[in-house]
Each structure stands twice: as structure tokens, then as C-alpha cells.
């Protein structure tokens, strides 16, 4: 290593020290800075000038430097709290001829706005990772059939049967419903009972690709038509779908270019591939779904009135599963068999009062959190019958409404007692519902703080904030 180290010309040295940390520090054995370089002084508010040959404690807050030239133990990953930011040090002893001569500190992920810097560098490769990861999925998903849309109120019954009625001629669809509603099993059923039923289905998410990759998802690409482009080029969904359906799902997060771009298809029934000069004529049957009132985008200028129209030839609204409670057993049933075949258990049931509280909940989350919950429940039961103790706990606090029942009841029939208790600060009863929410969403997407974002329908940062603030882990 030394010989390969003075084959380097030695004015070279001190760039090559910079450019392999980003922030270093070299003291002497009585912790005097003996080197610093600038983008650690930068972060510490100071230059080197006025850095060198001090005393380290003077210079870098928190510093263990001066300690370790004593103690000639090297600490590494440790955490350094400096200017408010949480840092990671390594601190290695300077040995020659077995004496400790000195110290060397570097220190990594630096401030919080850096490694927001880093993380929007790979946020396109995150996003177009979780993308793929999630079409993979789809495409292993099975193929769903109206009978497995299990439900018997007339609501549903109703629901199902226009969609059964209208999956055989080729309008354009638009799916309405909450989450977790089974938008997605809707779609797959139409196409499952037209006559394109042998030809391909073809699903996309509007809203999980990144908006950079949407058009030549959609429209495919010519040679050469970017950096990257795969040879050849490359179909899009609409030319792959071809002859069968294309389900755009998510429509509501549909970009507004896109949307422009979107329409003149539609309207054409004909593609071009990006970069492409030719038009490729397509048949293709549009399924789109959101959770989101399209009406009110339109208003808000978020969604386009045209496409609007377009889209909204056959409308069907899938009712949400507050709105026909009565399924709700029959429904867990057939969510039992499913998922009693993924974790090899049979025969498990709900007790009567389990039921009933099932049949008692808003489910916000539909279906899907339903689904959840009894996975949940499966999870963390021995025996064969699921009890409110295998609930999650917003489901297994019924008595804190029933409290609450009671406690209104004597407000209104003592108004002496409106002073004396359950009258709190505004603010505090506020902080209570907004926890409450949160813990709610996160037990309808079983923990997953993103989902339930956008359950809330509030941002990701802010989401985290307020968990951070009711110290939700
Ligand atoms: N009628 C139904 N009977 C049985 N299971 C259903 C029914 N509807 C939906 N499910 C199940 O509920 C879950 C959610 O359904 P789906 O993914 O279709 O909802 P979605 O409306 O597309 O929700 P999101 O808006 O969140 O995408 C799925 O696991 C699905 O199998
Ligand atoms: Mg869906």
C-alpha cells in the first residue's frame, strides 16, 4: 500500500483525502485539528483559517475526537448530533510504529436537505422499481368471474347486474367506488364476460407510474426514441391490448398531458409510439376506475370535461360496504376460505359477537380492509373460532362508544353536568380524532403508513409528521 501511495505525486494527496470523505477531520495525539477541509467546516459554520490548529472541542460540537487519540479505540457509524442534524461518525485512532500519533474523523449522511438531495436522485428508480414490482403482481393475479363477487344485498345485486348486463358491448366504462371497493374485480369480471374474453386484458395504474414513463407505457416507443430505449422499441399497452380491454385504473391521477394525449386516442382509435411517426390502429375497450369524484376534478380544472364525458358512456357505482352491511358476513366468509388457504388452516369461523361487530364498523377501507382484519385475526389465533380478542383494537373498543353514547344521554337530560367533565380544550379533542384516524387508517392498510396517506387522502411528509407528533410507530 505505501509503495502504491508514493507512485502518487504527494500534491495530489490532499485532493484525493477530500474527494474520499466528504467531511474529514485530522487531529494531532493532543486533539489539535491538524486538517479539516472545507465542506466540513462549511457545515460547521466556519472556514479552515480559522479551524486549524485549534483545539477540536472548540471547533465540532459533540466531537469525541480528543477522546479517542486517548483511548486509541476506533468508533464506527456513531451517532453525532451536529447543528440539529443526526449524523454518522467514524472515528479511527492515527497508529505509527505502534504509538498513537493521532486521530481521523469522517462523517456521513449528512444534513436532513442532503439526503433529501440523495432520495430525489433515486426516487425515480424507487418509484419505476415499485412500478414493475407491482405489475408483476397483477399479472399473477388470477382471473376473476362475476360469481366471485360475492354480495346479496339488492345494492350490490343491483350494481352486478349492470355491469353483467353491459359487459358485452364495447362502451367505455367508468367504475366508481372507494377504496377497496372491488373496482379492480369489476373490471376483470366485464372483460371476462365480453367477447373479448379470450383476447387480452391489460391493466395499468395511473397512479403508480411516474409521469415519465406514462406515455410510452401507454403508447409504446420507436428505436432510439430516448436514452435507454430498448432496441427495436417497444409496444405500448394500448397496441398490447389490442382487440381485448385496457383497464385504466386510478384514472383520476391521470396527469393533464396525459389526459390530452389519452382523449386524442380515444377519439382516433389510433396510437403513436413516442418518437414514432406512423399511426398504429387500435380496438381497444377502456375500463377506467377511481376512487376520486371525477366531477369535482373536472370543476377543479384537475380533470378534463371531454374526457370526462368520453369515459363516463356507462357509469356504475360500486356501493361502498357500510352501505350493505348485510353482506358483511357472507363476504368475511368467502375472505375466510381465501385466506385460510394461504396460511394451510381450515375451518376457522367468527363468533356471534366478532359478527356483530364487524357488522357495526364504518369500514373505510371496504373490502380490503375487511380482508386485513381477518387476516390479522387468522394470524394471531390458536383455535378455530375468531373473538373480538383477535380484532385489532379500533374494532375491539366498542365500549368507548358506548360510553360515549351513555355519556351524551346525561349531558342532555343534566345540563349542570356539561361543565364539570368530557368538556376539554377544542384543541385537544381535535388531536384525539386526528390520532384516532390515523391509528384507524393505519389498522385498514395493516400498518402501511403510505396506503394510509392516501386513505386520509393528506400527503406522505405530512402523514409521518403527525405520526411523529402522536408518537404512532
Ligand atoms: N364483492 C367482493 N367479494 C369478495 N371479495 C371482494 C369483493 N370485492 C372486492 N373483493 C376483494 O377486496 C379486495 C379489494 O378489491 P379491489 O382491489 O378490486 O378494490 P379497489 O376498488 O380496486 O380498491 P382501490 O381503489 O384501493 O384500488 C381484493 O382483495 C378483492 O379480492
Ligand atoms: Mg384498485
Known amino acids: 500500500m505505501d509503495q502504491g501511495m508514493d507512485e502518487i505525486p504527494y500534491q495530489w494527496h490532499k485532493q484525493i483525502i477530500n474527494l474520499l470523505a466528504e467531511r474529514i477531520v485530522v487531529v494531532n495525539r493532543d486533539g489539535i485539528i ?12 466556519t472556514t479552515i483559517e480559522k479551524a486549524l490548529q485549534r483545539p477540536v472541542q472548540e471547533v465540532i ?16 457509524a456513531a451517532i453525532h448530533p451536529i447543528n440539529g442534524s443526526e449524523m454518522i461518525a467514524n472515528r479511527y485512532p492515527l497508529v505509527v510504529e505502534g504509538e498513537i500519533v493521532g486521530a481521523l474523523g469522517t462523517v456521513m449522511f449528512r444534513s436532513p436537505e442532503e439526503w433529501r438531495m440523495y432520495k430525489s436522485k433515486i426516487q425515480h428508480l424507487v418509484e419505476e422499481l415499485k412500478y414493475y414490482k407491482t405489475k408483476v403482481e397483477k399479472d399473477l393475479k388470477g382471473k376473476y368471474h362475476f360469481n366471485h363477487l360475492i354480495g346479496k344485498s339488492s345494492t350490490f345485486l343491483a350494481t352486478k347486474k349492470l355491469a353483467e348486463r353491459i359487459s358485452g358491448n364495447n362502451s367505455s366504462v367508468l367504475l366508481i367506488g372507494e377504496s377497496g371497493t372491488g373496482k379492480e374485480l369489476f373490471a376483470h369480471a366485464i372483460h371476462n ?9 391489460v ?10 414513463l406514462l406515455e410510452s407505457e401507454l403508447f409504446g416507443y420507436e428505436d432510439g426514441a430516448f436514452t435507454g430505449a430498448k432496441k427495436g422499441g417497444k409496444k405500448g399497452q394500448f397496441e398490447i391490448a389490442n382487440n381485448g380491454s385496457l383497464f385504466l385504473d386510478e384514472i383520476g391521477d391521470m396527469p393533464l398531458t396525459m389526459q390530452s ?16 411517426q406512423k399511426s398504429i390502429a387500435v380496438d381497444v375497450r377502456i375500463i377506467a376506475a377511481t376512487h376520486r369524484d371525477l366531477e369535482k376534478l373536472v370543476e377543479d380544472g384537475k380533470f378534463r370535461q371531454d374526457l370526462y364525458y368520453r369515459l363516463n358512456v356507462i357509469k356504475i357505482e360500486i356501493p361502498p360496504l357500510r352501505k350493505r352491511t348485510d353482506d358483511i358476513p357472507l363476504i368475511s366468509i368467502s375472505l375466510l376460505k381465501k385466506i385460510e388457504k394461504k396460511f394451510f388452516r381450515k375451518g376457522i369461523g367468527l363468533s356471534a359477537e366478532v359478527k356483530e361487530r364487524l357488522m357495526q364498523h364504518s369500514w373505510p377501507g371496504n373490502i380490503r380492509e375487511l380482508e386485513n382484519v381477518l387476516e390479522r385475526a387468522i394470524n394471531v389465533l390458536d383455535g378455530k373460532t375468531i373473538e373480538p380478542a383477535h380484532l385489532p383494537l379500533y374494532l375491539r373498543d366498542q365500549e368507548t362508544k358506548s360510553n360515549y353514547v351513555s ?16 368538556i376539554q380544550p377544542l384543541k385537544e379533542t381535535l388531536a384525539q380524532v386526528e390520532k384516532q384516524s390515523l391509528l384507524n387508517a393505519l389498522g385498514v392498510t395493516n400498518g402501511n403508513k403510505q396506503e394510509a396517506a392516501k386513505l386520509l387522502e393528506i400527503g406522505k411528509t ?7 407528533l402522536y408518537d404512532i410507530k
Do not use: D
Open 34 to 45: 491538524l486538517h479539516i477541509n472545507e465542506a466540513y467546516c462549511e457545515f460547521l459554520g
Open 61 to 76: 460540537e459533540n466531537t469525541r475526537m480528543h477522546i479517542v487519540v486517548k483511548t486509541g479505540q476506533k468508533e464506527l
Open 193 to 201: 364476460h365480453s367477447m373479448r374474453a379470450s383476447l387480452p386484458f
Open 203 to 212: 391493466a395499468i395504474n395511473c397512479a403508480s407510474i411516474p409521469e415519465h
Open 261 to 276: 394525449k389519452l382523449l386524442r386516442v380515444l377519439q382516433e382509435k389510433e396510437v403513436q409510439r413516442v418518437g414514432g
Open 407 to 422: 355519556e351524551t344521554i346525561a349531558i342532555n337530560n343534566n345540563p349542570t353536568t356539561l361543565t364539570s367533565h368530557r
Open 462 to 468: 405530512s402523514f409521518y409528521e403527525k405520526c411523529k
